[in-house]
């Protein structure tokens, strides 16, 4: 019984052992591996000199999913739901994983709304910008501050 005991424990271990790294390299994949690159390289402030790789969503089952599921964002990416027609779009943070900003443009690409620092934990809680909006634009928390983002600012891509 003792040997049976110890070649299980000796199992488990050598599992453990397989299981870390692969969990580390999934994880550290999550977040670098699921943009593609539709737009590199974009600044998206004036007065800042950081560049962008921007996601950009642009069907019904792409922005439904958003960033969903995803581990991370790192510091330089963001994603943009583009859509046909300008309107008061509301966005939740269903089944998000970490928090993040939300900026919303209107259709010449200027910013009319933003909610900073959006916590997964305030799901099912909707946000919704005061005026018409055709593009929405989603940073790493506290991304929008830092790059100097303000409400009128125009954007380009």
């Not at 699921?34 to 790789?53: A, I, K």
């Not at 999913?65 to 509301?90: P, V, W, Y």
């Not at 790059?147 to 891509?157: Q, R, V």
């Amino acid at each position: 019984m003792a040997r049976k005991s110890t070649a299980l424990w000796i199992l488990a271990a050598g599992l453990i052992v397989i299981a870390l790294p692969l969990m580390y390299v999934q994880s550290k994949n999550d977040c670098t591996q699921v943009y593609r690159d539709d737009l590199s390289n974009v600044r998206l402030s004036p007065s800042s000199e950081d560049r962008f790789q921007i996601e950009v969503v642009d069907t019904i089952d792409e922005r439904v999913m958003g960033l969903s599921g995803r581990s991370c964002i790192k510091t330089n990416q963001a994603m943009l739901f583009s859509f046909e027609l300008a309107d008061k779009h509301s966005f939740w943070m269903k089944d998000m994983k970490f928090p993040i900003d939300i900026v919303w443009l209107d259709s010449d690409k200027k910013i009319v709304y933003i909610v900073e620092n959006v916590e997964p934990r305030s799901y099912p809680r909707t946000y919704t910008p005061n005026t018409n909006a055709q593009y929405v634009l989603e940073l790493k928390s506290g991304r929008s501050s830092e790059i100097g983002l303000k409400l009128g600012n125009a954007l380009s891509w």
